[in-house]
């Protein structure tokens, strides 16, 4: 089970990292009985002896910026940005200020929000949708946007590709399996019924093929959600599929769903329809528009929106809700504190205008660009891949040569190190913020290039030329 090199290096590097991150480490185990939490847990079978003794997360106290501090007063620059929900980094005061505000005035859940019609108006305006919802989670605004769309179409089945996270709603929780020589599709985790997935089809992305499948099952689709960029590869942007897969499904009559929790408001002001300049008949969106609340948002075209609540109509006339509606509710949906963030977020993002992304997206790129020449003139097998402001790093082959770790081991070893350097990081997608200054971009990069020249000292990351390397 464990590998002397791995074990040499983390008997020196445990107590060093567990040293700084005492406290963190002491808040789990001390409520560990009490707090089953998936954060850092090992879960899902991948946990591993080796690390046990730092299967922890960090405990914030405090963040500004692009700053975080833990319990133990370390100080972090944060790239993990609350999963991509700060694109202004933490606390910025226009948030704070409205927050501050709406706390003062209570909160008045059960009556109508104030500001949800303004909110709304305001991702029509960015999004170029007719009608929004609000919902409060990215989650639940997937599950609602498929129910819309079945309401709508009267059919069941809906198509998803793989590797694309849409949320822990069970109903998208499915996969391709081959199973004895037969394609499958499968939950993701225990305790999801087969019979919930029934009518998911997990189709590869990109893959013309998939397109062919989409043609084959038109008259029963009931929608196809995608990811606008797939969440395993951001480099793997297919324009042209998108392109293709609206087109078809605008000919066959089948919703197209974009699942824009990560692109939404942070690619691009209009989020990843206007980048791919590819339209969708519904959104769903979260993270950055809650300016850190809780929200989830469902945008779309009236003909599908007007299943939430029978469509428009007017008083002192004869209209009333005449379109087929479907169930949609939420105790929380609206609430005071997440609509006074969202319009503060939407006011703010109108104002800046697309030079906001455009221009820390440039930033990503050169921070990007910067660290694989490094990586690769020092002839390291390690990448970053970017899409707008979110990057992640990875391995450029299935195997560590020389060296008995695994790629997993190996990316999971190189991420403590980071964390030990003072860079809150995750091992998928991090995220640069308006808020990271140059200096803190430099300091990223220092941390990586110390991570390195140390991993090597211990005997990980040999040299190798990876001009003849395959991507995996
Ligand atoms: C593309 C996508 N869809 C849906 C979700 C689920 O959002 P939430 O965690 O707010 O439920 C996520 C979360 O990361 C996501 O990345």
Known sequence: MFNSVLTTHLEKFIPRYTKRTKTSKFLKQNYHQVLADTQQSGRFGNFNLSFKEIYYPIVGKHSLGSKLWDVDNNEYIDVRMGLGINLFGHNPYFI??????QIEKGFQLGSQSQLAGEVAELICELTGMERVTFINTGTEAVMTAIRLARTVTGRDKIVIFSSSYHGHFDGVLAKAQIIDGN???????????????KDVLVLNYGNP????????????LAAVLVVPVHTARFSFKLKTFLQELRKLTKESGIPLIFDEMTTGFRIHPGGAQAYFNVEADIATYGK????GMPIGVIAGKACYMNAVDGGVWNYEDDSYPSAKTTFVAGTFCKHPLAMAAAQSVLEYLKKEGPN???????????????????????????????????????????TVPTVDITVSELMELFRYHLIDRGVHIVGSSNYLSTAHTEQDINYIIQAVKDSVTELRQEGFLPRISCSNMALI
Do not use: M, W
């Open 209 to 220: 093929q998939s397109l062919e499948v989409i043609k084959a099952h038109k008259q029963e």
């Open 183 to 197: 394609l499958n599709i499968v939950p993701t985790a225990p305790g999801i019924p087969n019979s919930i997935i």
């Open 288 to 291: 950055v528009i809650g300016g």
């Open 96 to 101: 704070r200020e409205v927050l501050t505000n």
């Open 356 to 398: 906001l992304q455009l221009q820390l997206n440039q930033r990503t790129s050169e921070f990007v660009q910067t660290l694989n020449s490094y990586l690769e003139k020092n002839e390291v097998p390690i990448r970053l891949d970017s899409f707008g402001s979110a990057f992640f790093f990875y391995y450029l082959e299935n």
